[in-house]
């Protein structure tokens, strides 16, 4: 489906023709759609889809967010104000056969219960992180896109202003501080450019998850949308 | 203060009047007339470009930009449940289509906020699974979606539109993962009757003629247990559910 949508849109190519030759190398004649004999599985359009599809490093750099953490969330709703500060708890694993990190954070926010969730993958064609978040907080789906290094990824969401209905811009930094220490920490873009602070999630590795995780699992054999 | 402004400007248009030279009383008061309008409809504007910052609470436009409304319970009602999927695709315009069988599960998530699909089928002899996300937008008033699945590293993000059927128009803009280049996408969920949903998915010849390339029928086969809106919080059986926390 999407795939074979991209086959066609990108090379010209027929989706069926490739992706028979990437599934069944053994039976490229036979599955070749009889109706368009001319049409040839490519083999360079085959590689350049299994390298796209393909979870690689950076995806390895997601997973090792698997498992489960605590959560202590301080939020600044104005830089000279006192902080709100809150336990929260955040429980990610690697899904689609180690291709994207869900996220599922549960605490509250200004007093309220609040739980969300989202996705971040990386794009392997653009080489670019990708990420959506939702929440009981907003009808909106945040989109996201960045990049960064094993130890810091940025990202730059695109919200939606509850008040005028436009968008607004968020920085999130994703930062490791040890195999078992992350910091996120969130930036309001104003208009003019100035960032500022307003909010910083500690995760602390749940004891429950066992003995220090050291380095990033694979794509764990988990995943239960693993193909 | 939009009335006060409104009445100030009156005032000052009537007002006028009474510094009146030798003209003609009747193009005075026209000529007053018109600059009243004038005066009155610039304030009016004023007050009207003003209204939102001043006028509404943040709390309260926070509320209604929270709150499911209509859309949610639209999409809810028509998408949550297990569904078995037929899907065509085809190559080319004028060309057979090719078929296969899949299902889905359509579950809310947030509290009626979103609706999960989980997407099981399989494509040339492998497991094809995705997972697709909508929403309706209260703030930006379009609605939202994305897409992953197995057999890419993309995340296909789209806004939708619902017409005078309630079916919804998608579209958005992605790199093509062949060439590089940007591109946009198209696709329509039509509701023809209470139990079917038809995804249909767009695309253009290399001379840009668009044609159908997915056209995927869904029968809703039984409506799921988590159709209450209210309830989805801690659903057990997912292993997509949110951690239970607390």
């Known amino acids: 489906m999407p795939r074979a949508h991209w086959f066609v849109a990108a090379a010209g190519l027929t989706a069926l023709s490739l992706l028979a030759g990437w599934a069944q190398p053994e039976a490229k004649k036979d599955a070749a759609p009889a109706a368009q004999p001319e049409a040839q599985p490519d083999a360079a359009a085959e590689a350049a889809w299994m390298e796209f599809m393909t979870p690689g ?129 969130f930036f309001m873009i104003e208009a003019d450019g100035k960032e500022f602070k307003h909010m910083e999630i500690i995760l602390t590795r749940a004891a429950a998850a066992g003995p220090a995780a050291p380095k990033a699992p694979k794509a764990p054999a988990t995943a239960p949308h693993g193909s | 203060m939009k009335t006060c402004s409104i009445i100030v400007a009156t005032l000052a248009a009537l007002a006028a009047p009474a510094f009146g030279q030798t003209e003609n009383p009747a193009q005075q008061l026209q000529n007053k007339a018109k600059e009243a309008v004038h005066t009155v409809t610039q304030e009016v504007n004023k007050a009207v ?69 989980e997407h099981n089928g399989e494509f040339m002899g492998n497991k094809f699974r995705g997972l697709g996300f909508c929403g309706y937008n209260n703030g930006a008033k379009c609605f939202e979606s994305f897409w992953i699945d197995n057999e890419s590293t993309l995340m296909l993000m789209s806004t939708g539109t619902q017409q005078a059927d309630g079916s919804i128009e998608w ?52 409506n799921s247990k988590t159709t209450n809106i209210q309830t989805d919080a801690t659903p057990v059986t997912d292993p997509h559910t949110p951690a239970t926390g607390k």
């Not at chain 1, 990610?92 to 969300?116: N, S, T």
């Not at chain 1, 810091?152 to 220490?181: C, H, Y």
């Open chain 1, 57 to 185: 490093k950076e995806h390895e750099i997601l997973a090792r967010f698997a498992g489960k953490w605590a959560c202590k969330t301080t939020m600044w709703m104005d830089p000279a104000a006192e902080p709100m500060v809150s336990d929260g708890k955040m429980e990610c694993e690697m899904v689609l056969g180690g291709r994207y990190l869900r996220q599922a954070y549960k605490g509250e926010m200004m007093g309220m219960p609040f739980e969300g969730f989202g996705y971040w993958g990386f794009n392997n064609k653009t080489k670019k992180y990708e990420g959506s978040w939702m929440d009981t907080f907003g009808t909106s789906i945040t989109n996201s896109i960045g990049s960064g290094t094993a130890e810091r990824i940025e990202m730059i969401m695109e919200m939606t202003d509850p008040i005028s209905g436009g968008t607004m811009k968020q920085k999130e930094v994703i930062e490791w501080v040890d195999a078992n220490t992350a910091k996120n920490t």
């Open chain 2, 49 to 117: 470009n003003n209204a939102q910052p001043e006028g509404e609470n943040p709390m309260d436009a926070w509320k209604k930009f929270n709150q499911p409304g209509k859309e949610h319970l639209f999409l809810t009602k028509n998408m949550v449940g297990e569904w078995t999927c037929n899907t065509k695709f085809w190559m080319a315009p004028n060309t057979d289509a090719v078929s296969s069988t899949a299902t889905a599960r359509f579950s809310p998530a947030m509290n009626g906020r979103f609706v999960m699909q």
């Open chain 2, 171 to 222: 579209k958005g803009t992605y790199t093509d993962p062949m060439s590089g280049e940007k591109k946009t996408s198209r696709s329509v969920t039509r509701f023809p009757a209470d139990n079917t949903i038809v995804y249909e998915m767009y695309d253009n010849t290399s001379d840009g003629t668009e044609f159908k390339s997915l056209e995927v029928t869904y029968t809703r086969i039984a």
